[in-house]
């Protein structure tokens, strides 16, 4: 059985960092096959993808980008995302998740084509 735990959120102020990390049991994030991403959502809105990593490396999309980064840690096997300038927009609860198949780029945003899910951490920025 696949379970993701997510680590590192907390209460941030605007302009400050936060270093949100995925653990893994019943797989091995490091050399992982598909996909792994984050996700967010923040009440009374979609979830949406934020940033990942997948076979054709390191993506994230335009709201984060210059301010976010998916990474590997691979001597602590975790899934990370670094989290710069944050801004109260950003609040949200943050999902790990990774995909047990192939993800074609173009939907790698979407949540449908992942198929294990953390429980989520909550990051809230305040101005």
């Known amino acids: 059985q696949v379970q993701l735990v997510e680590s590192g959120g907390g209460s941030v102020q605007v302009g400050g960092s936060l270093r949100l990390s995925c653990t893994a049991t019943?797989?091995?994030?490091?050399?992982?096959?598909?996909?792994l991403a984050w996700f967010r959502q923040a009440p009374g809105k979609e979830r949406e993808g934020v940033a990942g990593?997948?076979?054709?490396?390191?993506w994230c999309v335009d709201s984060v980008k210059d301010r976010f980064t998916a990474s590997q840690d691979y001597a602590a096997d975790t899934l990370v995302l670094q989290m710069n300038r944050l801004k109260p927009e950003d609040t949200a609860m943050y999902y790990c998740t990774a995909s047990d198949r192939p993800v074609f780029y173009n939907y790698r945003r979407f949540p449908a084509e992942y198929a294990y899910w953390g429980q989520g951490i909550q990051v809230t920025v305040s101005s």
């Open positions: 990593i997948d076979f054709s490396g390191v």
């Open positions: 019943g797989i091995t994030l490091r050399g992982y096959p598909y996909s």
